[in-house]
Structure formats: structure tokens, C-alpha cells
């Protein structure tokens, strides 16, 4: 592993164009489907967030974020995913180290992301995840936000 590089390539906030995870045997499949909406962002400070949900998802009967019924609540854990908390850049790959997570199996955990950048493009690949049942190649291409 590399040391640490200059995180200023990462730095910004990048809206996710596209989201697709590749089985062992080669089947790909869009999550969150073909119209996903998420965000990541890369601070100066060395933290990050991440919040990926699917365009279509369900409002909840009342106006209550606590207030929903097994299914709804169930239905919303399902059709997002969030983690944020310190990351580190080494060139190739960066490493997230969560502190916070919708999954929890991730809070505490780091995980690693391939990175390919090209101009405003950012490319993030997750390799050997258990997604779905299986082990799967998450591939998520992220552009970056303008200033506003």
C-alpha cells in the first residue's frame, strides 16, 4: 500500500451518475436502479459522507421520521444506504474510515474504494463485496458538483 497523497483531486461534492455491481458470474444489476440519486463529498477537514438512495422511493403515511409502520420503515432502510466519517487518499485507492453508517455492520470498519479520476469524473470501485447474496464489484461514477 501507498503512502498517503494529496487529497485535493477528491475534494468537492460529487453527484452519482451511475451505479452498477457485477456478480462473480459476471450478471450486473443497478441496485437502486437505473435513475439512483446520491452524494459524496470529500472535506478539507478529512471527513466524508456518502448518501445513495433510489429516486422512487416511498413516503412514509405520516409526517413522522419515527412514526413509520414496519414496512415503511423497512421499505426506506432498503432503498437507501449512508456512511460518512474520516477518509485517507493514496492515488489509486481511497480508504473509508466509517464512523457512521446505515449498514452497521460497516460503523467502526474501513472500506476500501478503487479510484480512477479523469477531469471531473470520479470513478469508485468496490471489489470483493457481499452484495445481494454474493460477492459482487461494485462500480459507482460519481461527477463533480459546481460550486455554488
Known sequence: MTGAADPAPLLGTWALRRWVNTAADGTQAHPFGP????LIGYLPDGHFFVQIARADRAAFAAPDPFGGSLQEDAGAMKSQISYAGRFTFHGDHVLHHVA???FPNWTGGVQRREVALEGDRLTLRALGLVL???PATAVLDWDREAPA
Not at 435513475?35 to 446520491?38: A, H, K, Y
Open 35 to 38: 435513475d439512483v440519486r446520491g
Open 132 to 134: 445481494a447474496g454474493g
Open 100 to 102: 457512521v453508517a446505515s
